[in-house]
């Protein structure tokens, strides 16, 4: 027999929400109405604050974003799966997860507005903060589940990365130190199609992002990532695999950017209107609704309910970050170190004259 | 032709490209998209994607694929997209393009330009305002250039990428269009290694280099009636171009510093030692270090609180005339 | 039916010459009878020199040295594979490549006695040189096959990695570069089961390195790397692909790292001798001997002159290394930039007036 | 109990261990093996493969799942094997461990110790005697400390784990087993920001650190009777002691600085800078800079052109005191 190279046939996608709202029951995650409802009311209320932001930043009132229009049921339904002693490690596209996990908000507005103080996470919520740098944000994920195996704690960390992440050399130590250390840790890779202006195809020779996985010797699922079921079902799955010690799962989730990379972005000069017309038809929310128009779960005047209910979040959560007075110069100071030493002392008391003979 | 930085850049980019069909670019988004600040605009329609590289998104994958590329007789010049961005290429940067001449007593050699945006003032991202010359600055091997304008830009770009050597070509992008200025439509070399008197003068030397150099025009502006200031764009921040330190330095007695990234072991530091050496008779005061201090850059909303400014240049340049 | 990850069956090893000598005829790359002996004198005079440069190790003329014995053939066959155009880039544990390409190995010793100039490859060599931090050449390799496919020569480079290798994220960007862009590189990973200490068990989970091919959408191979003639079937393949426009191959060579890691690691500390006996038995060499007894192609006198002739080699290399007048300090200065800057000229100045001094 | 560094590390690093169950060692080869320097020899028997971690040949993933430990309550020590290979680290170092605590206002921190051996005079292979420290020195949130002997290097490692912010805690490997001292068996701790009067003197300081006090002290000891030196070994190099700096250089007006890292923006050029803004009227004569050169570690045959010497640390201090 002539030497034959590692053989290997591309995954197909799973699915259980199709576009059109027809649903595979006999997959459903168990769900009770209640955290139907709520997934729903995530799912819209992630997409109102998105384009909230969005306008805030086109007025002036907010930096340079990145929205996260379209890529919903991924982020609703990956979070969904977790509970709450289980850590979060966002990159900066998760609007859904963040909203998800209970962050409050605001401070999610006060980060993407330009100031520190929206990274101060709540105490007890183990969501950990926005990771500029791509790929990162694998290895601390990985670390505190390789942390929480130690330790023996029945819990499980979820890393959110991208598909432009796969491309890093820290998404790859991750993975292998994940399979190595059978780390409790679930990699939600948002295939949102594009890198900023680098398509997948340009990425990746790999047919599947899913596939990557068989390079560290653990499971990856290919997703339907408009498909919060499937994503929800596959992440909760991945969960209870990983706090029964069956360590890490990798879920590529099928999706795409509906908007620029961020407000600095111009699509236009690398995309394809009809492209993302395509990718219109299949809206991850359009087709929950659906399934619950069928499950009685959804009228007009629920709907209402629920846009009302997210505009009142969402005016609180502006009037909040808008409201937090200005930071003082000596914060750049004083939580660089525990203590601060003397050198930057010197340097903060410096500042702090300079700007008081200023004024 | 009167011309911003992006666009002097760029334009030096399609000259070298078209003189030398040696000449790559490779980069995160510098293709179809011209890459996020649009210095590469154009050059991939012109070009094509076999000399305008859209790369995967990886840094030391850019940085380690073009030595294999300048050891193959190419002149890649890459694109690293902001400064936060650099450090995982460090490792190819420094152990690896920085010492094949050496280590191979010249049997090889890696004529790579690494253009990297960078310093803060545009209000953007957490690690999209990072001032990492020092870095390279201390690694031998490599050679460091910062362009204060357009024309220093063109001149000195081109220079970059027929250096025989790996060369980090510094572009301050809080001036990338805050600059308008004549820049010949033809090619010219600007020698790296060499500094600017962009000003002379004879009570104070106040040195500088990159976006800081507007910031330093503007503080000097309302103090040139009151002293006579030499002021020095040092374009190559290696080789340092001591000579010109000292001589000013020597004449003056006095001297200011001014850089953007955190004042412990920022250049400024290696130009005092520098002047420690050679000229200390000379100091009249104190050399002055404005710099950023030794923490991390704030994002937007307090930004302005770390960067020299011109009150703080002021204030320096005063307390060394005072002192 | 419900998520299922992504599939993938482990592969077989490719082998045409087992360990007795018995011959997969039908497999044989094609090979003259003078190539036939040219390889088994390659074999031998490497594994010769590799015990002799640690004899002098021994002797304290020559420093630190990385042993090939037990992975003569996958350096031999690889390389084999190559035609002079093509480029090598070894890590540093090569002496069979690096003997088949023909450097001269005065020079591979002068290295390892600490000295620079034994990196100064001569001029019309292809053959990069030594890289001791692990993983990176991965990448200068895949820049070169890049910029062969640009300048449209049908040449390819060859590049050599470790087991312990693949956990570094150059790793991965350079298999990651050379999928996407189709760069006729070559990677051959010695996975000699060990990456000093750490077996290869506990630097992946995955349970072939040939399967991580799969991640970036090209063909990985599992060869046995102690059978000459598989490695150089595979190689010899894979370069013609890759010189044909069929992009980038990884073959992993199954073999095993008999001496210590270096001559500073003492392999006794972590595994057994038993292990080190048991990968005796399938020795590169005397298979290869075997085979050409049968074939005719072997006797002892044959034996004596191939043996007398690697002798008389070794002896002109260590000569020639130990020939090799001291450098001089300014060499320190002279090579680091093609013209000297003056803070460097005059930093030179300074040590020659100090050593005349001290002199 | 007479000790060489690397058992007085062994032993800082074990009876840290015992006392906290939260502290974990993670690098490669650190476990059976003991590690290639041997400086983690049984404990890897004495705690397990839960506590004493080797890890897959990654140092991004070294530091980056260390910080991630770090952040779920543990107390990682991680190693790097040898100076030349923390760059791919580096990125992990400088933009997340160094960064988290500034940039969560506090919220998340990272008790991380980072151990790497560096610099040379062990006749070691490429890429295994460099010096790196100005790369984290310039980094603002590390804390760099570096002993120069046993019974420092006990004090100070079990200060830096203790540390709620990440150390580089740099092994100066040259010196790991040349050094033997009284150290004692209990454990004690020596406070991470303070240098040390090794010697108290009138007539010049002499600031060194790592193995490159045994060479000064090798240096001085025939100059002794000349002149009298005041001897400082920072111990800490980030936050750097100043005050013990310019105090002793305002009582000696002399000062030669001794290190091995290359001499542009290697640490002699931040000390130089601190003096020269707090004591510059007192100086008697240039600051004097013994250093490696802007150039590459040569391989072993060459390197003892490379490394200051007590030659070279002599001629140094004639040349202040002749000023
Ligand atoms: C290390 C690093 N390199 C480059 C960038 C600039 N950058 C920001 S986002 C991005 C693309 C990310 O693509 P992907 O991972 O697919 O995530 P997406 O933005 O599509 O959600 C790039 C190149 C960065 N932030 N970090
Ligand atoms: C970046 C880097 N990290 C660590 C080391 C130290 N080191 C040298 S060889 C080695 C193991 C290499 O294992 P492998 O890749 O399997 O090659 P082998 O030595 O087995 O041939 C290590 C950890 C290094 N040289 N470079
Ligand atoms: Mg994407
Ligand atoms: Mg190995």
Redesign the interface.
């Known amino acids: ?9 591309v ?1 197909k996608m ?1 699915q259980i929400l199709d576009e059109n709202g027809k649903c595979n029951e006999a ?1 459903m995650p168990k769900l009770t109405n209640d955290e139907l409802r709520k997934i729903y009311e995530n799912l819209v209320y992630a997409r109102m604050l998105d384009g909230r932001i969005l306008n805030l930043q086109r007025e002036g009132r907010c ?2 974003y990145a929205s996260s229009l379209g890529q919903e049921a991924t982020q609703v339904g990956s979070a969904f799966a977790l509970g709450k002693d289980d ?1 979060l490690f966002p990159y900066f596209r998760e609007i859904g997860a963040h909203i998800t996990r209970g962050l409050p908000m605001h401070l999610y507005l006060l ?1 993407w ?5 929206g ?3 709540p ?1 007890g919520l183990n969501d ?3 990771s ?5 944000q ?11 195996r ?2 023996g704690d029945k819990k499980a ?1 979820m890393v959110y990365l991208g598909d ?2 796969t ?8 993975m ?2 994940a ?4 780390a409790p840790v679930i990699f939600v890779c948002q295939n949102n199609q594009w ?4 398509p997948l195809s ?7 992002l ?14 339907d990532g408009n498909d919060v079921f ?1 994503v929800l ?2 992440a909760r ?1 991945a969960a209870e695999r990983a706090k029964a010690g069956g ?1 890490p ?1 990798f879920i590529e989730c099928v999706t795409y950017r509906m908007s620029d990379h961020t407000t ?2 111009d699509a236009g ?2 995309r394809t209107p009809q492209e993302v017309e395509n990718w219109k038809k299949r809206d991850p929310i359009e087709r929950v609704r659906k399934y619950m128009e069928v499950k009685g779960l959804w009228d007009e005047v629920y709907e209402k309910s629920v846009v009302e209910k997210a505009n009142k979040m969402i005016e609180d959560d502006v009037r909040e970050a808008e409201a937090t007075p ?2 003082e ?1 000596d ?3 004083d ?4 203590k601060i ?4 002392a010197d ?1 903060k008391a410096e ?1 702090l004259a ?2 008081k003979r ?1 004024a | 032709m009167i011309m911003n930085m992006v666009q002097a850049i760029n334009s030096a980019l399609s000259q070298e490209m078209e003189r030398d069909p040696s000449v790559v670019l490779l980069g995160e988004d510098i293709g179809k998209d011209g890459g996020v600040f649009r210095v590469t605009e154009g050059l991939y329609q012109k070009f094509g994607d076999q000399r305008v590289i859209d790369t995967p998104l990886a840094e030391s994958g850019i940085v380690g694929t073009s030595i294999g590329m300048a050891l193959y007789g190419m002149r890649p010049v890459g694109e690293i997209q902001f400064d936060g961005f650099v450090f995982p290429a460090i490792d190819q940067l420094i152990n690896h393009a920085a010492r094949i001449r050496n280590r191979t007593r010249g049997r090889f050699s890696v004529p790579l330009t690494l253009r990297v945006p960078f310093s803060g003032g545009i209000r953007a991202l957490e690690h999209h305002s990072d001032s990492p010359e020092t870095y390279f600055v201390h690694a031998p091997g490599l050679k460091v250039v910062v362009p204060s304008g357009p024309y220093e830009a063109k001149g000195l770009l081109i220079s970059s990428i027929r250096d025989p050597d790996p060369v980090v070509f510094m572009e301050p992008k809080r001036i990338y269009r805050a600059i308008k200025e004549e820049v010949p439509e033809e090619e010219y070399t600007i020698p790296i290694g060499e500094a600017k008197i962009v000003q002379a003068g004879g009570d104070v030397t106040v040195i500088t280099y990159g976006a800081m150099l507007k910031t330093v025009r503007e503080a000097i502006s309302t103090l040139n009636d009151k002293y006579s200031i030499e002021l020095i764009d040092l374009r190559t921040l290696s080789p340092l171009d001591t000579d010109s330190i000292i001589s000013s330095v020597q004449k003056t007695g006095r001297c200011v510093i001014v850089n953007e990234a955190a004042k412990t072991l920022g250049m400024a530091a290696e130009i005092i030692a520098r002047i420690n050496e050679k000229a200390l008779l000379n100091l009249e005061a104190p050399v002055e270090r404005v710099t950023g201090y030794d923490t991390i850059m704030p994002l937007p909303k307090t930004e302005h609180y770390y960067l020299p400014n011109p009150d703080r240049i002021r204030q320096g340049i005063e307390k060394v005339m005072g002192f």
């Open positions: 027999m002539p030497a034959e190279p590692v053989k290997f046939a995954p799973y997959e930096g340079t850590w980060y507005m330009g100031d520190e103080r990274s101060k996470v105490e950990f903060v926005i500029i740098p791509v790929g990162t694998n290895l601390h994920a990985t670390g505190v589940a390789m942390a929480m130690l330790k960390a432009g992440a491309s890093e050399g820290d998404f790859h130590e991750a292998n130190f399979g190595v250390f059978k890198a900023i202006s680098l340009k990425q990746t020779a790999s047919k599947t899913a596939q990557k996985a068989v390079a560290y010797g653990f499971d990856g699922y290919l997703v499937a079902k596959v799955e360590g799962t600095a972005d000069r690398y200005p930071a110069p914060d750049m100071f939580y660089l170190y525990d030493p003397k050198n930057l340097q500042v300079f700007l200023g």
